[in-house]
């Protein structure tokens, strides 16, 4: 749960700051900067990494028995991971139009920065509805708590867009 927090945070100042850049220098701009992000990301992890260092987990481990599809669709846990495959799914698709779905709901361009706002603060709350959630799931079950919550995500993201001629109330 701290890692997510701290992803949303994360996703909250990105959101902010390509909002900022947008306006200075149009999409074109803002994607460019944007972009440069990943890059500065993989060479932080190549400059934090000690020489010669192997991944934990790989570490002794042959490929073939890693990399074995079959054995992990037949784990017990192949549930827990088609779930969170498809939150992901769900998660990241709704992340990455929620600016674009409100400005247009808000009008186009007139209402890109209100959009950037909410799109911004609805991510910084996210992270205190997962860890809510996690403490939830420690008190009253995992199981039932993660499944009444992924499907409730999935009905909620799955209707959102079919609501956007309701208008902001509503959405």
């Known amino acids: ?32 900067v944007s972009a440069l992000g990943p890059a500065l990301a993989a060479w932080l992890v190549q ?8 991944h ?13 599809l079959r054995a992990v669709l037949a784990s ?16 990241f698709g709704s992340r990455s139009w929620l600016v674009a779905f409100l400005a247009a709901l808000a009008g186009g361009a007139s209402g890109q920065g209100e959009a950037v706002m909410i799109a911004a603060a609805a991510n910084l709350l996210a ?3 997962s860890i809510a959630g ?6 009253a079950g995992r199981d039932r708590l993660i499944w009444n919550a992924m ?4 009905l909620l993201t799955g209707s959102l867009g079919w609501l956007a001629g309701a208008g902001w109330p509503v959405v």
């Not at 701290?6 to 149009?26: N, P, R």
């Open 1 to 32: 749960s701290i890692y997510t927090a701290i992803f949303g945070v994360g996703a909250s100042l990105s959101i902010l700051l390509a909002g900022g850049m947008q306006a200075q220098w149009g999409w074109e701009g803002a994607f460019a």
């Open 47 to 54: 400059a934090g990494m000690p020489a010669g260092r192997v």
């Open 56 to 68: 934990a987990p790989l570490a002794g481990a042959p490929m073939g028995r890693v990399m074995r």
């Open 76 to 91: 017990p846990g192949r549930r827990y991971i088609l779930g969170y495959a498809l939150h992901c799914w769900e998660l």
């Open 127 to 129: 992270p205190l509805a």
């Open 134 to 139: 996690n403490e939830i799931a420690l008190r």
């Open 151 to 154: 499907g409730a995500c999935a």
